[in-house]
């Protein structure tokens, strides 16, 4: 007994030196892996498409912040906070308050300022964009100007596109963003803003800020702003991206994910080429698809690249195909083409082979559709060029 916990104290001494140096490259390891994906927040979404953007109304309760008589920054922080959140929700951004009545968390300012960033990295949120008012010893100055987490290129691109946003809709906005050493910015992982609306100070601004119309405009030029932000995030990802292989019809390839495959003639018979599908940068953020699900949006999204093919490739549809309905249950997706797929058809049978062949290929390597129901004008059953009907739901 004696001689075994000596010699497990050797061994344990003798180990502590190089269990420190494994550890501490572990931890180095971690924090550097962690930092990259800080760093780029929206270039691991392109699976999950999940975008969280926590919104900060400044101040509340006791901490009124600054003030203008009966006009109180911390209301009008919170207005224009719910309806930026408002807007963020109808174009499939989860938008997440920090705050949503006038109240301090746990009744403690100091509590609550550690909170806030607190909430954006807890729900690992895309991006954390503080609303705030300003005040100044004269009523001169006037605009909104945004500040951006210190040494962060992230907050500064997307401090850049709220500014332009903020210049569109009113020219006294004309500012320049600034680095701002703030507390809650320092402290959210993600890139983080916050936003001065105006002076209330200055008699214009203060009528502005302090009219619905005006917060309504305010709340859909951050809104314009953040989704330019992702949008530009977004594309320069899609340009790495793209691929260009030829397949033909016979070859036996594993399904990629998110590919599109259009027609092109070769001495050897139609082929089918394949070419990256790209992320919906134009389509994602409508305010019309907010029903619609990711797998949704991206169908709609395939289709429509389907129909717009790069040069000197063939698209599998004819040119005046609409999609009239898309839903996805448990993994079919159901497809309603308008009548056009079928009155503007002019392939004869091989290119029709080809074509469903084209757009079934195109619409499997969506990740999780795992069926497909394609009707024409409302109707199963029917044909596009008449020689394959369209009857039985298709499995991958
Ligand atoms: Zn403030």
Do not use: W
């Amino acid at each position: 007994m004696g001689a075994l916990t000596m010699y497990l104290s050797i061994k344990l001494r003798r180990g502590v030196i190089p269990v420190i140096i494994i550890v501490s490259i572990i931890i180095t390891v971690v924090i550097i892996y962690n930092s990259q994906c800080i760093n780029n927040p929206v270039l691991s979404k392109q699976s999950e498409m999940i975008f969280k953007v926590v919104v900060d109304p400044g101040h509340g309760s006791i901490d009124t912040g600054t003030s203008y008589g009966e006009i109180y920054e911390k209301d009008i922080n919170l207005r224009v906070a719910l309806l930026v959140a408002e807007e963020l929700e109808k174009v499939n951004i989860i938008p997440i308050l920090t705050r949503k009545k006038d109240k301090l968390y746990m009744n403690s300012r100091q509590k609550d300022i550690r909170h806030r960033p607190e909430i954006a990295n807890k729900n690992k949120a895309d991006l954390f964009i503080s609303i705030h008012a300003n005040n100044f010893p004269s009523s001169q100055p006037s605009g909104s100007q945004v500040f951006y987490k210190p040494g962060s290129g992230e907050s500064r691109k997307l401090a850049e596109e709220i500014q332009q946003e903020l210049i569109k809709l009113r020219q006294a906005n004309q500012r320049s963003i600034k680095n701002g050493d703030f507390y809650v910015l320092k402290k959210a992982q993600c890139p983080a803003v916050l936003i001065e609306t105006g002076f209330l100070s200055n008699p214009t601004d203060r009528e502005r800020l302090t009219d619905p119309v005006y917060q309504k405009q305010l709340a859909i030029a951050l809104k314009n702003g953040i989704i330019n932000f992702f949008q530009s995030r977004l594309s320069g990802k899609r340009q790495e991206k793209t691929l260009r292989t030829n397949v033909s019809l016979e070859s036996n390839d594993e399904h990629p994910s998110y590919q599109l495959y259009y027609l092109t003639d070769s001495p050897t018979g139609i082929l089918l080429v394949k070419r990256k599908l790209s992320f919906p940068t134009n389509n994602f953020f409508k305010q019309e698809y907010s029903n619609l699900s990711f797998k949704e949006i991206m169908i709609i999204s395939a289709i429509n690249q389907l129909l717009d093919p790069p040069d000197n490739l063939i698209s599998p549809l004819p040119a005046k195909t609409k999609i009239d309905d898309v839903k996805i249950n448990d993994g079919i997706a159901t497809i309603d083409f308008s009548k056009e797929t079928k009155t503007s058809f002019s392939g004869g049978a091989t290119v029709e082979l080809y074509s469903l062949e084209a757009v079934k290929k195109t619409l499997f390597s969506i990740p999780g559709i795992k069926g497909l129901n394609i009707l024409i004008n409302g109707k199963k059953g029917d044909s596009i060029g008449g020689h394959i009907f369209l009857k039985e739901t298709v499995m991958k």
